[in-house]
């Protein structure tokens, strides 16, 4: 009761000091990126195999002019956890694209159409073609982008977030990037060659907005809306940088049942093994004469 | 050390029993991945795909090498004279005795395809040399014939054979094999 | 080692070993006749915990090095084939950086119960400074581990943490090329940061060994801080300890499952997925949660000397808080003043961390340098002079007195039968 209070205590006495602060710099911060629902969200979460392939789909038709994905096989479009293609589609995808090979017999590099164990090549041959051709910006990798984008939950929104299992802040990122494009508000000055987006930090993006409504077709019904494929483009980008979620998830729940198990029987067994001490001390064998050596 | 109390240890010693078996389990699932991870992992299974190779280019009496699995295979276009003096000889006489026809696909006998591992101690033999026109390996001095078989020296069998099947006439897909005839 | 019950091999193989090579004896005295003081509460459990962490990271570290490519160019890709392609690589990977986190949450409760029940105090002063010592090896092992993945933070906290050497006078600038092996954090870094990775943890078994050897000598310091003095107070340690080690283990394992395989990267830096970019500095440098109380000390201080010093200086002095805490009374159950103002340098701890990960400006700044403040001010003012001034509630006379006090031996649900046999 005595250290209840104490430590009550302490940790009024940090709020109190730290808490004032902390409201000041909140101020300066930009706006969050809502929260969406995402199918592989908490503990039983998983991909939608249908939203990866539009997303997919989204990656081909507008963002691959730009981006790569150079971390990602073809092969993985047809592993299990992802978009689940064949593996004839994998392979007929993997020959839509132009993969560098060589050099040949006479020394020299050439393109060859990909097989199923390439990597999708990269649409610039190196970092300075990329800068060059998008303005002097470099269109980043998105083979982690999902994992390497994020934003501040703030106190005490990351305490609660341990216990929510909140992973998603990449997706949540990038879809209110997608759809943040909007007027700049009066008074700001945006550089030349940049955008005004609501979420980007600092407000101005080299990126000029990539997807309008009805930009991609899709032939499974759902809306062609921007709102539609910032969601599709954002969960096939965790695919991409997380294929392994679906196993890491069902393996959790495997370990966790055998864990708790193993901690009940454990816990059953050290009630046992200290019976003796807590209810009957006396009946405990004296042991043989023994010395300590104590300070 | 401890007095255990008479009463009930069929209770304790299934507690016991239980818990240690649950750990036991956990330890040998724990194993799982720690062995596992040296495994192939899934590039390597990928880079290891069938291969297809283009015997058009591939002049008669020419060797040529290609590698799959970072196993080098030898692709031969063997002339009249090599499948002759292949055949001629009495294979059961040889030290890992097969016939010529076992070496090569019906229909296809020009086209000697080995794994060219010598099968002594896995050095690459040299091609074209030897006493019997196949190879020769400059370890230890195996010689193989043009039907890849041992002849003489260290070596204890003949050059394996890669599963592979022709995809069409002038290709051939190394690492599968071709289905089998009813 | 004292001379309790013995080890006596009835296995002929065993008395032909036991000749020759006394290991079976050693494990026995050490681990299964071993006198343990029967009142130990589960803040005891947080050793046997940290061995099994040390064992985990090893483990998994040496499969992770069958897999990862210590180069500038590769490293980066590697770890993320690693996660792709390996077979269960991204468990491996998850176990063993989320296992530092753990670590080093199993190594704060460990030298929080040191500090509150007194376990530095004499005879224990020696066991004490090992474990700072294994704390300062596990600092330096887990800041060369982050670097390896070779991302936006691995580099420039490599660079933020190399350059703190240029603070010392004269020398610095000189000691901090030879750590770099170049002009600035590169390739011969990484290189050699690997080496000393795979490295250290070895040292760290080998202090640990000589930090169980220390404890075993002086004996288990307990929540009264009285030491035992007869056959009442002790039980042995195996199965006694050893099955509480076990489940609070187990338990401790629920936790880091819990992060391991439903938030992995929670306690990460998403900056980290960014491959190393030596031509851009990421808007704010943090380091990973356990460094960040030590990270606010050092931006507390304006000066950039006084600031490294003020760094070092937080850990080193813990290795003198036998002499700094000048109280004969062990345990902060008897010592209320002194628990007060230690509940408070916890909470300071926990507030510098908060700072630690904020970027140091405005009223952050003010804070911070509040609870440096304390903290020094804490081990360096406050210890020695409550040891002088602080009126201690009354000892137990012994262990078992303390645990038959209230009438009820600890733990039970009823009281003890009165006297005679049951």
Not at chain 1, 71 to 96: C, I, K, S, W
Not at chain 1, 149 to 154: A, D, I, L, Y
Request: with cysteine; glycine share 8%.
């Amino acid at each position: 009761m005595q250290i209840r209070r104490a430590v009550i205590l302490s940790l009024a006495f940090v709020a109190f000091v730290a808490a004032p602060f902390g409201c000041a710099a909140l101020a300066q911060e930009q706006e969050a990126p809502p929260l969406q629902r995402w199918s592989f969200h908490g503990p039983f979460g998983m991909y939608d195999p249908q939203q990866l392939q539009r997303g997919f789909k989204i990656y081909r038709e507008v963002c691959s002019t730009c981006h790569s994905l150079k971390l990602v096989a073809f092969r993985n479009l047809a592993d299990p956890g992802g978009p689940n293609f064949t593996e004839e589609q994998a392979a007929a995808v993997a020959a839509e694209f132009k993969v560098q090979d060589g050099p040949n017999d006479q020394g020299e590099m050439f393109q060859r159409p990909g097989r199923i164990a390439d990597h999708f090549p990269p649409p610039f041959a190196n970092d300075q073609i990329a800068r060059n051709a998008n303005g002097g910006a470099l269109p980043p990798d998105m083979s982690v982008l999902a994992k390497a984008r994020g934003f501040e939950r703030g106190f005490p929104w990351f305490i609660f977030d341990a216990f929510t299992q909140y992973q998603e802040d990449g997706p949540d990122y990038i879809h209110a990037l997608l759809n943040g494009y909007t007027d700049p508000p009066k008074g700001f000055t945006l550089p030349p060659g940049a955008q005004y987006n609501k979420y980007f930090p600092g407000h101005a993006i080299r990126m000029p907005k990539p997807l309008s409504d009805g930009q991609v077709e899709y032939t499974d019904g759902t809306p062609a809306t921007v709102d539609q494929y910032g969601r599709d483009i954002s969960a096939f980008l965790m695919w991409a940088a997380e294929p392994t979620l679906d196993a890491r998830k069902r393996l959790g729940f495997q370990v966790f049942v055998f864990l708790i198990v193993l901690t009940v029987l454990l816990y059953f067994t050290k009630k046992r093994v200290w019976h003796e001490v807590l209810h009957h001390p006396e009946l405990l064998e004296p042991r043989p004469p023994t010395e300590y050596r104590r300070g | 050390m401890t007095t255990i109390s008479a009463a009930e240890p069929s209770r304790r010693d299934f507690l016991l029993v239980a818990t240690g078996a649950v750990g036991a389990v956990g330890v040998a699932a724990l194993l799982t991945p720690l062995i596992g991870q040296m495994e192939p992992d899934a590039s390597t299974i990928a880079a290891g795909a069938p291969l297809d190779v283009d015997l058009a280019p591939i002049a008669e009496g020419q060797i040529v090498k290609v590698f799959w699995r970072s196993k080098p295979i030898f692709i031969f276009h063997r002339s009249k004279r090599d499948i002759d003096s292949a055949r001629e000889v009495n294979w059961h006489t040889l030290p890992d005795p097969a016939p010529d026809s076992a070496r090569v696909q019906a229909g296809h006998e020009q086209w000697l395809v080995l794994i060219g591992i010598c099968t002594h101690l896995g050095c690459i033999p040299l091609a074209h040399q030897g006493n019997y026109d196949g190879w020769f390996c400059p370890c230890h001095g195996s010689q193989y014939d043009t039907a890849g078989r041992i002849r003489q020296g260290p070596a204890p069998a003949n050059l394996a054979l890669p599963p592979y099947k022709f995809a069409s006439d002038t290709t051939i897909r190394i690492g599968e094999t071709a289905p089998a005839k009813a | 080692m004292s001379g309790y019950s013995i080890y006596k091999p009835q296995n002929p193989f065993m008395r032909w070993l036991e000749r020759r090579l006394p290991v079976a004896s050693l494990v026995y005295s050490s681990f299964i006749a071993y006198p343990t003081p029967r009142n130990l509460n589960y803040w005891w459990t947080f050793g046997a915990i940290l061995t099994f962490m040390l064992g985990a990271q090893i483990v998994t570290g040496i499969v992770l090095a069958m897999h990862y490519t210590p180069h500038v160019d590769y490293a980066f890709n590697s770890v993320e084939a690693i996660m792709r392609d390996v077979n269960y690589g991204w468990l491996l990977r998850y176990l063993h950086a989320n296992g530092a986190s753990f670590f080093f949450v199993a190594v704060y409760a460990h030298i929080a119960r040191g500090m509150y029940y007194g376990s530095y105090k004499e005879p224990r002063e020696v066991l004490w400074i090992l474990g700072v010592i294994l704390f300062l090896l596990m600092v330096v092992t887990g800041f060369m581990g982050y670097v390896l993945p070779w991302g936006q933070m691995s580099f420039w906290a490599a660079t933020v943490i190399t350059n703190l050497f240029s603070a010392i006078p004269w020398v610095g600038d000189p000691i901090v090329t030879w750590l770099w092996g170049g002009y600035a954090v590169g390739n011969p870094t990484l290189n050699r940061f690997y080496s000393l990775h795979y490295l250290l943890p070895f040292v760290i078994v080998g202090v640990v060994v000589l930090h169980v050897w220390a404890l075993h000598v002086v004996g288990q310091n307990n929540p009264t801080g009285v030491e035992p003095k007869t056959e009442k107070d002790i039980v042995a340690f195996t199965p006694y300890a050893t099955v509480k080690d076990v489940f609070f283990t187990a338990v401790f394992c629920l936790f880091f499952a819990w992060f391991v395989f439903y938030i992995p990267n929670y306690l990460g830096h998403s900056d980290n997925y960014i491959p190393a970019n030596p031509g851009q500095t990421p808007p704010h440098i943090v380091p990973e949660w356990y460094y960040l109380p030590f990270y606010a000390i050092l931006r507390a201080i304006p000066n950039k000397l006084l600031g490294v010093i003020a760094l070092g200086g937080s850990i080193v002095l813990l290795a003198f808080l036998p002499w700094l805490d000048t109280s004969r009374v062990r345990s902060a159950k008897y010592r209320p003043l002194y628990r007060q103002f230690l509940l408070i340098f916890f909470a300071v701890v926990i507030g510098l961390g908060y700072l630690g990960s904020q970027p140091p400006e405005g009223g952050y700044v003010i804070a911070a340098r509040i609870l440096t403040a304390y903290y020094f001010v804490f081990l360096l003012i406050i210890l020695p002079l409550l040891g002088l001034f602080e009126t201690a509630k009354p000892l137990p006379n012994s262990i078992s007195e303390s645990v038959l006090r209230e009438g009820v031996p600890v733990g039970a649900s009823a009281p003890p039968p009165s006297g005679a046999k049951a």
